[in-house]
Structures are given as structure tokens and as C-alpha cells.
Nanobody, 123 residues
Framework: EVQLVESGGGLVHGGSLRLSCAASGFTFDDYAIGWFRQAPGKEREWVSCISSREGNTNYADSVKGRFTISEDNAKNTVYLQMNSLKPEDTAVYYC?????????????????WGQGTQVTVSS
């Protein structure tokens, strides 16, 4: 059974947070992992993804240069290091496992989702 569990959210005044996505039931070679976020009243927005098999990462323009996605295969965990946080980064952050090994920015290309973790950045 595929499971994804996010952790690491919280309330910050700028600064940094590191989100974790603990995965079980599959290996990273099988599925790409994506991070998405959803702010109140807004649609779910793609943030970043990583493909272990292709060895690449991608970022939305809004977070490029501030966020870094990485994976630890030994722990079956994907991380999202978020630096220079801004109030507009406030959202519930979700990790998702893709339906295939390639990165995608579309929610429809992800078949499994975690429960989300709240990130709040105060101004």
C-alpha cells in the first residue's frame, strides 16, 4: 500500500523550514515525487518535483532559488528545504507520488497524496 506522510510545517516569520515526505509501499525509482501547495480560496499549485530515475528536479518560478527538493533513498523520504520564506508561501503543502517516474507539474499525473502540512509565514 502506497502511503505518504508529510511533516515539518509550522508558523515562521520569514526564515526557513524543511518539510519531509515519508514514503512507503514503493521506491523512488518507480514514481516521481512532487510537492504542491494550496492556499485558502486558491487552486492547488505545483511547487517542485524530483525524478530519481531521470536524476532531475524542477521548480515553479515562484520558488526557484529559494526552495530545494531532495531525497534520501535509505530513509525513503523526500525533503523540501524552504528558505527566504514569504507570506505568499503560506499554504497547506502536499507531497504526491506520480503515476510514473517522470516529473510533472500537473496534479492529474499524481496518483497518491499525503494529508498535507500547514505552513504559515507571518509578515
Amino acid at each position: 500500500e502506497v502511503q505518504l506522510v508529510e511533516s515539518g510545517g509550522g508558523l515562521v516569520h520569514g526564515g526557513s523550514l524543511r518539510l519531509s515526505c515519508a514514503a512507503s509501499g514503493f521506491t523512488f525509482d518507480d514514481y516521481a515525487i512532487g510537492w504542491f501547495r494550496q492556499a485558502p480560496g486558491k487552486e492547488r499549485e505545483w511547487v517542485s518535483c524530483i525524478s530519481s530515475r531521470e536524476g532531475n528536479t524542477n521548480y515553479a518560478d515562484s520558488v526557484k532559488g529559494r526552495f530545494t527538493i531532495s531525497e534520501d533513498n535509505a530513509k525513503n523520504t523526500v525533503y523540501l528545504q524552504m528558505n527566504s520564506l514569504k507570506p505568499e508561501d503560506t499554504a497547506v503543502y502536499y507531497c504526491a507520488a506520480g503515476i510514473d517516474y517522470y516529473c510533472s507539474g500537473y496534479p492529474r499525473d499524481y496518483g497518491y497524496w499525503g494529508q498535507g502540512t500547514q505552513v504559515t509565514v507571518s509578515s
